[in-house]
């Protein structure tokens, strides 16, 4: 409970078991369209509080609730460029894994979206702005506007996190994607 109180929860009381992963325990009750809470495991502190209904994609599932990424060996990359596959999405009761995975490919100077192996979409990007392992990065083309995504380095990936509307870069993107689907 938010008052640091522990009470057991399970299916009869419309969650899943307890999971403890990374430092945290999540309690999911999204399957039957609640929330799903992230509590500090040594604490039992709530970290956040996820809907399933109005999904905020930075803030749930925390980026403390670490993604289950085949082969990952826990090491953080040591800079953001590199080939990078889409694993997963996230939603309110953890990361939702996706098949057919997206590439994204950063080299010095440019960024390479890979839908699928059916259609790609190539920009130009600059680093704005630089934090420790947090990249601001302006995807940039005379055919599209500009757009900021962050880029946070994590272990054995990338967190890509961009705004909740979908701008001009974003319509092509899903353009693309679509005209690839057949």
Not at 2 to 10: A, K, Q, T, Y
Not at 52 to 75: L, S
């Given at each position: 409970?938010?008052?640091?109180?522990?009470?057991?929860?399970?299916?009869?009381?419309?969650?899943?078991?307890?999971?403890?992963?990374?430092?945290?325990?999540?309690?999911?009750?999204?399957?039957?369209?609640?929330?799903?809470?992230?509590?500090?495991?040594?604490?039992?502190?709530?970290?956040?509080?996820?809907?399933?209904?109005?999904?905020?994609?930075?803030?749930?599932?925390?980026?403390?609730?670490?993604?289950?990424?085949?082969?990952?060996?826990?090491?953080?990359?040591?800079?953001?460029?590199?080939?990078?596959?889409?694993?997963?999405?996230?939603?309110?009761?953890?990361?939702?894994?996706?098949?057919?995975?997206?590439?994204?490919r950063l080299s010095d100077n440019s960024i390479t979206f890979d839908l699928s192996g059916s259609a790609k979409l190539e920009r130009s990007y600059a680093v704005v702005e630089q934090d420790d392992q947090r990249f601001s990065l302006e995807i940039r083309d005379d055919r599209s506007a500009r757009t900021v995504v962050d880029v946070e380095l994590a272990p054995c990936g990338l967190f890509i996190e961009s705004e909740a509307v979908c701008d001009a870069f974003c319509v092509e993107l899903c353009q693309r994607s679509r005209s690839s689907d057949g």
């Open positions: 409970m938010p008052n640091g109180d522990l009470i057991p929860v399970g299916r009869r009381d419309g969650c899943v078991q307890p999971i403890p992963r990374g430092g945290l325990i999540k309690v999911d009750c999204t399957p039957f369209d609640g929330p799903a809470y992230y509590f500090d495991e040594p604490t039992r502190a709530m970290v956040e509080s996820c809907s399933f209904w109005f999904p905020d994609p930075n803030r749930c599932p925390p980026k403390e609730w670490p993604i289950e990424t085949p082969g990952c060996d826990g090491q953080v990359p040591p800079g953001i460029t590199g080939a990078w596959t889409l694993h997963a999405l996230p939603t309110a009761g953890g990361f939702s894994p996706i098949g057919g995975g997206w590439t994204i």
